[in-house]
Structure formats: C-alpha cells, structure tokens
C-alpha cells in the first residue's frame, strides 16, 4: 500500500467523495425508477418485497490485516444478498452507508466500492443510495438490500413439516477453515513481520472467507424447475445453529446425516491439521453462505439431479429431537455452539 496515491477526503469534502464513489452508476433494473443523487431512491415492484441489512464492523466482523479492501466491499453486498435468496426472493437494490475515519484516504473508499460495485454487476443488483459520515476510528459498513417475489413463493423459517427431505448447496466448514489459516498466519506475523506467510495452497478456503458467493444459481434452479422449498435459511453462523433455527421454529425434529454432510477435500484436510475434527467445522463454522433447505418428498429426484445440492437429511415429530446420525451409527443431540464453541475445540 505504501507507494500508492494517498488523497485526504477532506481534501474533497463528502459531497466529493460521493461523486467519486457514485459516478457512472448504472440502473439495470426497470424497478429502480430512480437512484443515487436526490433525497431518496424511487423503486417499483409489482411483487412483493423483501428487505434485509446487515452491518461489518471493523475489529467485530472483519479485520483489515488480512481483509483487501476490494473483497470486504464484495463481502459487505453478498451477505446480504444471500439473505434475500434465502427468502427465495431476487435481490434488485442495495443501500450502501459506510462510517469512516481519516485513516481512510479516498483511494482506500475506492477499493472497497471496487468490490461493492463487482457484486452488483455479478449478481444484476443496483446501487440506489446510502448515507456517508465520519467515525472516531474504525469502518463500519451497512449495507440494505431489497428483493422481490410472488408472495406465494417466498420461503420462511417455520413451515418445514415431518416427512421433508434436508438439503444443503455447495459444501460447509471452509469459511471457518479460512478464518482460522489467516488468524494464524496474522500471529506468525505479528510475531516476526519478516516472516513468510504460508497461505498457498490455501486458495479454496481462505477464498471462501474473504470472498463468498451468495447462491443465486440454486435461487434460478428452483424457478426453472418449479420447486419451493417448504422452509430455508442461508448459512451464516454454521449447519448445528441454521438447522436448529429451521427446526424450532417450524416445530420439528429432524435426522442429520454425518456421512452426508458435504465438505470439501481441502476443508477437511486442513481441519485434520488442526486437530479439529472435520464435521464440527461443518456443524460450528459460520459463513458459508449456502443455502440449506427443506423440501417435499415428491421434489426429491429434482434436488437429487443438482450436482452441488446434497439431501443430508429428514424432518421428523417433534418428539424426535433434532439429531446427528454419525459415522458410527449412533445419535447425538446437536446443540448449537456457533464458532465461539468450536474455537475452545481448536
Ligand atoms: P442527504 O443529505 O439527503 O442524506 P447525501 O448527501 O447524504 O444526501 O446523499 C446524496 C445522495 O448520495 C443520495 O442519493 C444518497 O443516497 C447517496 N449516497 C450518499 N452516500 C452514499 C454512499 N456511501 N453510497 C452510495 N450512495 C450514497
Ligand atoms: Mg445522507
């Protein structure tokens, strides 16, 4: 970073910062009537609407040792927008406000509306506004985002019944692998700045934890093949804690199949070196960001021919329990420790 141009944002003001940031936006969707530059955005839906945010905090969520700028303004977008695809909806707007200190010089702000922009371009989303101000100290960033469906299509929490099939996309654990290799190599180098940071070999995993990708694909799939899925949530704090959520709310119990859960090679590796054992990572891991969901019986062949959706399990009475079936063939209760409980593991 050292050789790179430094401009002051008080040297523009805020109103230069925002042209700077929010220049050559484009509009993609016939919704958004009208976007950046007035007191408010004008959009337009005949479909129902779905509107999440979320907020990063700098030190809390994310940690600018380790963290490009470009990929925590990609990051910042696609969480939210795996939110909107976990309603089974289609995001088409975001809001982006950001907090920000004079440590940030205007080049910094640019790197993280690189990344902020990529994802809207990826993913056919629209820029249409967001606040600016100046914080004490660290970045924070919060981003809305607001999607759209028919009503009848939108999938909650709670209406997962006994009888439905358990399915997850993608594979699970890897984000959690990632933090843990950056945290690591953060420490080697605190402790010695000259020494070599050993993150190749790593790709897969530390990628999965600076640069998600929400699954719109799977959002497209269940459109083309005319499935709702009876309840989903998307994966943010690891399988135990979405899986509980979907079950307690929907009044449920459920069977998890250890051998099932899908987990990458270089996860599963990489758990093994730290003495973790490979489906903790999985169950306690948090930001996957894939979908796991439930769906009828009769849409199983559907869920069965994707080849990056996993059937890993069954809802059951509510009596049941919510139960991992393991290796061994025996049943444990899953609980939820979210990764604070798997870090006293490690
Ligand atoms: P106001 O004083 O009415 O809040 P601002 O000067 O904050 O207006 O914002 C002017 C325009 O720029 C608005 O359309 C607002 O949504 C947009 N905007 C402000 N900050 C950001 C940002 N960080 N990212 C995207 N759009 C922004
Ligand atoms: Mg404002």
């Known amino acids: 970073m050292e050789n790179v141009k430094r401009t002051e944002i008080s040297s523009i003001g805020e109103f230069g910062l925002i042209d700077r940031l929010t220049s050559n936006n484009l509009l993609l969707n016939t919704s958004s009537i009208k976007g950046i530059g007035d007191d408010a955005a004008v959009i337009k839906s005949e479909k129902h609407q779905v509107v999440t945010t979320d907020i990063l905090v700098e030190g809390i969520h994310f940690d600018l040792v380790y963290t490009p700028l470009k990929h925590l303004g990609y990051k910042s977008v696609v969480v939210n927008l795996s939110d909107v695809y976990a309603m089974n909806a289609l995001p088409k707007q975001i809001l982006v406000s950001i907090a920000i200190s004079n440590r940030f010089s205007v080049e910094a702000i640019e790197e993280i509306y690189d990344?902020?922009?990529?994802?809207?371009?990826?993913?056919?989303?629209?820029?249409?506004?967001?606040?600016t101000t100046a914080s004490n100290k660290g970045l924070i960033i919060n981003v809305v985002a607001i999607g759209e469906q028919d009503i009848e299509k939108i999938v909650y929490r709670n209406k997962a019944k006994e009888g439905d099939i358990l399915c997850v996309s993608g594979d699970l654990g890897g984000a959690y692998m990632g933090l843990t290799m950056l945290q690591r190599e953060k420490q080697v180098y605190l402790n010695a700045p000259t020494a070599d940071i050993k993150l190749e070999g790593n790709d897969y995993i530390v990628g999965r934890q600076l640069k998600p990708e929400a699954r719109k694909d799977i959002i497209e799939y269940f459109a083309q093949e005319n499935v709702v899925p009876t309840s989903m949530i998307d994966v943010s704090d690891g399988l135990s804690s979405e899986l509980l959520h979907i079950c307690r709310q929907s009044n449920v119990g459920c069977q998890l199949n250890e051998v099932e859960v899908p987990i990458a090679n270089e996860t599963y590796d990489k758990a093994l070196e730290f003495h973790i054992d490979p489906i903790n990572c999985a169950l306690s891991g948090g930001e996957d960001y894939e979908l796991l969901f439930t769906i009828d019986k009769k849409d199983l062949l559907k869920a069965q021919q994707h080849p990056d959706?996993?059937?890993?399990?069954?809802?059951?009475?509510?009596?049941?329990?919510?139960?991992?079936f393991t290796k061994g063939g025996n049943y444990h209760d899953i609980i939820s420790l979210g990764w604070d409980g798997l870090k006293d593991e490690a």
């Open 115 to 131: 990344g902020i922009k990529l994802a809207c371009e990826k993913y056919g989303v629209d820029l249409i506004g967001g606040d």
């Open 309 to 324: 959706i996993s059937i890993i399990g069954e809802i059951l009475d509510v009596n049941l329990g919510v139960k991992l």
